[in-house]
T-cell receptor
Framework: DQQVKQNSPSLSVQEGRISILNCDYT??????FLWYKKYPAEGPTFLIS?????DKNEDGRFTVFLNKSAKHLSLHIVPSQPGDSAVYFC????????????FGQGTTLQVKP | EPEVTQTPSHQVTQMGQEVILRCVPI?????FYWYRQILGQKVEFLVS????????KSEIFDDQFSVERPDGSNFTLKIRSTKLEDSAMYFC????????????FGQGTRLTVV
């Protein structure tokens, strides 16, 4: 039952270039999505979120795009920096209003200097 | 900046033993969660807690698991009789409100059952 899917387990980009991480979901009732970044041996750290009433949200180098018709969202990081190397998790807030998050499998981003 | 803190950072226990994982959520947050991540897998929801009771639990959260908030600040996860497959990172999280707010996670407790 994979309601949130990140189909790319890993991504490698050059420093200064754009990183694009993708996420697909199956439940059309999802209306709030989040991206978390995780370093080894640490907890997930919130990066950016988007509500389904928007199709784009930007915060500095990070932009999240939401395509509701395709049930797809993406995280753009530009320019990418070596410190961005981490695992990125896409998550959807469960519509049952308990605040629980449903995570994708994660994408490991490596930014090469 | 306020943060969620978890103790211990690493716990090794023998199969069949009881463990208690502790968390101090952010003080003005009202909703509390436990998640776990088995090595190499995704982060999975275990349980949510609000107003001193469980609001939702996953199928993973069976009778060997329990949660409580004994003193208004600590939030604990107890595993009564640990199994090898309970080995994982356990993350505590809290949110301020229920609508469109981000969850803040602790740094995790690595539980190793031997």
């Amino acid at each position: 039952d994979q309601q949130v899917k990140q189909n790319s387990p890993s991504l490698s980009v050059q420093e200064g270039r754009i990183s694009i991480l993708n996420c697909d979901y199956t439940n059309s009732m999802f209306d709030y999505f989040l991206w978390y970044k995780k370093y080894p041996a640490e907890g997930p750290t919130f990066l950016i979120s988007i509500s389904s009433i928007k199709d784009k949200n930007e915060d500095g180098r990070f932009t999240v795009f939401l395509n509701k018709s395709a049930k797809h969202l993406s995280l753009h990081i530009v320019p990418s920096q070596p410190g961005d190397s981490a695992v990125y998790f896409c998550a959807a807030s469960d519509p049952g209003n308990t605040g629980k998050l449903i995570f994708g499998q994660g994408t490991t981003l490596q930014v090469k200097p | 900046e306020p943060e969620v803190t978890q103790t211990p950072s690493h716990q090794v226990t023998q199969m069949g033993q009881e463990v208690i994982l502790r968390c101090v959520p952010i003080s003005n947050h009202l909703y509390f969660y436990w998640y776990r991540q088995i090595l190499g897998q995704k982060v999975e929801f275990l349980v949510s807690f609000y107003n001193n009771e469980i609001s939702e639990k996953s199928e993973i959260f069976d009778d060997q698991f329990s949660v409580e908030r004994p003193d208004g600040s600590n939030f604990t996860l107890k595993i009564r009789s640990t199994k090898l497959e309970d080995s994982a990172m356990y993350f505590c999280a809290s949110i301020r409100g229920i609508l469109n707010t981000e969850a803040f996670f602790g740094q995790g407790t690595r539980l190793t059952v031997v």
